[in-house]
């Protein structure tokens, strides 16, 4: 059975950084595409960014380019997103999101990922 589950999140203040985990067990994590998604309160989940297994391609909501990296580590079986320049409105519960199948799916989409971890709360301070 496959389990993620995120770590990292916290308070910060507008302009810090924070570096969210996410672990996958139970499977092997080098056969699975991994995603990003958040939702603040009132809010409906959204897409944050997206990784194939190879790290060979990653993906970004436009408001996260430049300022979010998402990235993996095979070997620990962890995914990783590196958020910086952080700002009031990126407050949010944090999801990572795997894929059983890596390729031809929309990665923006929910419903393209087969497991959800539980979410970590990231509240960004002005």
């Known amino acids: 059975q496959v389990q993620l589950v995120e770590s990292g999140g916290g308070l910060v203040q507008a302009g810090g950084s924070l570096r969210l985990s996410c672990v996958l067990s139970?499977?092997?994590?080098?056969?699975?595409?991994m995603g990003w998604f958040r939702q603040a309160p009132g809010k409906e989940r959204e897409f944050v960014a997206a990784?194939?297994?190879?790290?060979?391609?990653?993906y970004y909501a436009d408001s996260m380019k430049g300022r979010f990296t998402i990235s993996r580590d095979n070997a620990k079986n962890t995914l990783y997103l590196q958020m910086n320049s952080l700002k009031p409105e990126d407050t949010a519960v944090y999801y990572c999101?795997?894929?059983?199948?890596?390729?031809?799916?929309?990665?923006?989409?929910?419903?393209?990922?087969?497991?959800w971890g539980q979410g970590t709360q990231v509240t960004v301070s002005s």
């Open positions: 999101a795997g894929r059983r199948t890596p390729t031809n799916y929309n990665y923006k989409s929910l419903s393209s990922y087969d497991y």
């Open positions: 990784i194939n297994w190879s790290s060979s391609s990653t």
């Open positions: 139970g499977r092997t994590f080098s056969n699975y595409a």
